[in-house]
């Protein structure tokens, strides 16, 4: 069965006349008959009844019509897509991005990428860590932004970007007087548990003793609730040093150790790039990231750097 013989049939079957399906198809009867007889060999009887000037769908044409329909439509429209994709027309790209990385460090590069391909359909999906990089391999997404201090063998991880983890705590606090807190200086301190912080696997990564023990009092997803809830004196959080946005908290890095970590580029070993993957890998790769800094609120927080 090939694809012209279904479309001459449907044509008949549209038109129920052979000289009008023919012209519609632009060719000849001759050619458009014999296509239309091979096909009905092929599927072991008449298509159509043809009864001097009145033609008409047999029993088993009219068992075939919509099976014949759907495939012809759907042939349609993947020749359809694969034309845009080949024109760039349109060009898709899921990225998923690790949840704990600001928004406002990537709309830089969004925009650079955006110039690059004029008709980028970008999907973004936000999830913690290792649930993204469940997404990638099973296909879900094109490529991801991810931190974390080791990947499955079958994804190839460029990095990007390193940035440090510091503690947040409210004004007033004893770690404000502080140029930069020694982690076991958290123990015994009230803490506010983001779900999806992904700085255990850090630390754990280090393989050095742990010395402090927090008081776990509030365990949430939201970002902004956790620094809402730390600026209001609730406690203190550790986080990525370009997370923190909100006016009124205090940050200061981490040592004793230092803890980092750094954002990669995730895609999967072996998958083939489209033209517009491609692209964003490049990009990505030679994009300023210590140049896109996040964007604050009016009231500036404490820069650590400036005080150590």
């Keep these: 069965m090939e694809m012209h013989q279904i479309r001459y049939f449907l044509a008949v079957a549209d ?5 009008r399906a023919a012209e519609q198809c632009n060719v000849t009867q001759p ?3 014999r296509a239309i007889q091979k096909l009905e060999e092929e599927m072991g009887g008449l298509l159509f009844s043809r009864e001097h000037h009145n033609t ?3 029993e088993l044409g009219r068992l075939v019509l919509p099976h014949l329909d759907s495939i012809y439509t759907t042939n349609t429209a993947v020749l359809a897509e694969a034309k845009q994709y080949r024109s760039m027309e349109r060009a898709p790209l899921k990225l998923g991005v690790m949840c704990t990385i600001t928004p406002t460090r990537l709309v830089g590069f969004f925009e650079q990428l955006r110039a690059r391909v004029p008709m980028l359909d970008l999907t973004i999906r936000d999830m913690p860590a290792k649930p993204l990089v469940e997404a990638l391999l099973a296909g879900e997404l094109d490529v991801a932004l991810v931190a974390l201090p080791s990947f499955p ?3 190839t ?3 990007l970007f ?5 503690i947040a705590c409210p004004r007033g606090h004893r770690f404000e007087a502080m140029n930069a807190v020694p982690l076991a200086e958290l123990d015994g301190e009230d803490y506010l548990q983001r779900v999806h912080c992904e700085f255990r696997y850090h ?3 280090l393989n050095v003793p742990k010395r402090h023990t927090v008081n776990v009092r509030y365990h949430s997803e939201r970002e902004d609730w956790v620094q809402a809830m730390i600026a209001a004196g609730m406690g203190c959080a550790v986080m990525p040093e370009n997370l923190a946005t909100l006016p009124g908290l205090v940050t200061r890095a981490i040592i004793e150790p230092e803890v980092t970590r ?3 580029l995730v895609t999967v070993a072996g998958r083939r790039f489209t033209p517009v993957e491609q692209v964003a890998i490049r990009m990505a790769q030679t994009y300023r990231w210590d140049a896109a800094e996040p964007m604050r609120t009016a009231v500036v927080l404490e820069d650590v750097a400036a005080i150590e």
Excluded: D, G, K, Q
């Design 15 to 19: 038109t129920l006349n052979f000289t």
């Design 153 to 155: 063998e079958r994804c």
């Design 56 to 58: 008409h769908l047999t």
């Design 162 to 166: 390193t940035e440090r983890y510091l």
């Design 203 to 205: 630390f754990e990564a």
């Design 262 to 264: 750094t954002i990669h």
């Design 157 to 159: 991880a460029r990095p």
């Design 31 to 33: 050619s458009l008959t």
